[in-house]
């Protein structure tokens, strides 16, 4: 009788627990292709690549309706290496965040996207991916620290975020943590504020037309054991679609500014591109220059040139191929990128003045 009954009411609650669980999505993207980097004075090398196209990543994002306007949501995201299949313990290093949305905007919080970097990804025709994309001349993740961290311009952990409601006006502010403990020593080069950062972007997208500005400031960043200060980024950007042509610009410029005698930085990164419908696929071309600004390195320029096509199989597949050079002058010396640090042996960079030239061709599948 006991069993009976407690088997009645777990089957009449069945589809309110039906009704309170939210849709979860399973997506990703898997990329692969065949690339080759050659460098002057530094030799070449060749291999299978990941991410030419499209990062490849594996995720899963739910949102469940809260009535009244509200909804909650998840985003988890993680990168896959599809020449090794090595995920690095599938990690959620991309995006890991939780939200509120309602008619005011939306709160999110985890690691995401900085929003001084949304600009650099919007207004560049290749999106951030592959050889041709806007190369950062400076500093990358990897070389860069903050609090002992590697640090990337690219996302922030520890953040906390709001963006304005969806429409033709879009923006958003975010800080992020650094997780200073208060009873740690201060130094001229590791403030209390070590690890904090504070961006926002403020952007008007409308018919043909898409602009946006943003601003950053990441707190005590350390570059490869040189600088110590606190790391800037300012960029504005636009792209108008004339239908038979889409245009993209990006002006953006970094500095670092030395603490306790250490010289600092800053240069700035031009870019003009341009996509255009052809047979069932897209050209797309970029054209981007490194500017030093930096006292006594005004000879250390460089310059890169990309060309490329995306044929599409359907909605989610792709072929693509591209070519990328840079072009330096004077003692700069920098090289084309190393996609996910996919072709082994090929993050040489190029004797002083020399050129670096990247070829891609592969295959792209969204699920």
Not at 47 to 73: H, P
Not at 300 to 306: I, L, Q, S, V
Not at 310 to 336: C, E, K, M, P, Q
Request: aromatic fraction near 10%; include cysteine.
């Amino acid at each position: 009788m006991h069993r009976s009954r407690l088997t009645f009411l777990l089957c009449a609650s069945a589809p309110l627990f039906a009704q309170a669980q939210s849709p979860v999505a399973i997506f990703g993207v898997v990329d692969a292709g065949a690339g080759r980097i050659s460098t002057t004075g530094t030799g070449h090398a060749s291999g299978l690549l990941t991410g030419g196209n499209g990062t490849s990543r594996l995720g899963f994002r739910g949102s469940e309706d809260l009535g009244s306007g509200y909804s909650a949501g998840f985003h988890l995201e993680g990168e896959l290496q599809t020449d090794t299949g090595n995920a690095n313990g599938l990690n959620f290093m991309r995006r890991s965040t939780v939200s509120l949305s309602g008619p005011m905007g939306e709160i999110r919080m985890g690691r995401d996207f900085a929003p001084s970097y949304l600009s650099m990804s919007l207004y560049d025709v290749y999106g951030q991916r592959g050889f041709g994309f806007v190369e950062n001349y400076g500093p990358t993740a990897g070389v860069m620290t903050s609090g002992g961290s590697t640090f990337s311009y690219i996302r922030t952990s520890n953040s906390v975020a709001y963006f304005l409601p969806a429409g033709a006006l879009n923006g958003t502010v975010q800080y992020a943590f650094g997780e200073r403990n208060s009873q740690t020593a201060t130094t001229a080069a590791n403030s209390s504020k070590q690890g904090n950062y504070m961006g926002g972007r403020l952007g008007y997208a409308s018919g043909r037309l898409d602009v946006g500005a943003s601003y950053g400031v990441f707190h005590d960043v350390s570059w490869a054991a040189a600088y110590v200060a606190d790391y800037t980024v300012a960029n504005v950007g636009g792209s108008y679609n004339f239908g038979v042509v889409k245009l993209l610009v990006l002006v953006q410029s970094e500095s670092m500014s030395g603490r306790a005698g250490q010289a600092g930085f800053r240069f700035n990164t031009y870019s003009l591109g341009a996509s255009m419908p052809v047979g069932g696929g897209v050209v797309r071309a970029n054209c981007s220059r490194y500017d030093n600004k930096t006292a006594g390195q005004s000879d250390r320029d460089a310059r890169k040139f990309a060309l490329g096509y995306i044929y599409h199989l359907s909605r989610r597949t792709a072929l693509y191929a591209d070519v990328a050079r840079v072009s330096n002058s004077g003692a700069a010396a920098f090289g084309i990128g190393n996609i996910g640090g996919s072709i082994s042996g090929a993050a040489a960079v190029p004797v002083a003045g020399g050129r670096a030239t990247g070829y891609a061709a592969g295959l792209r599948h969204i699920f």
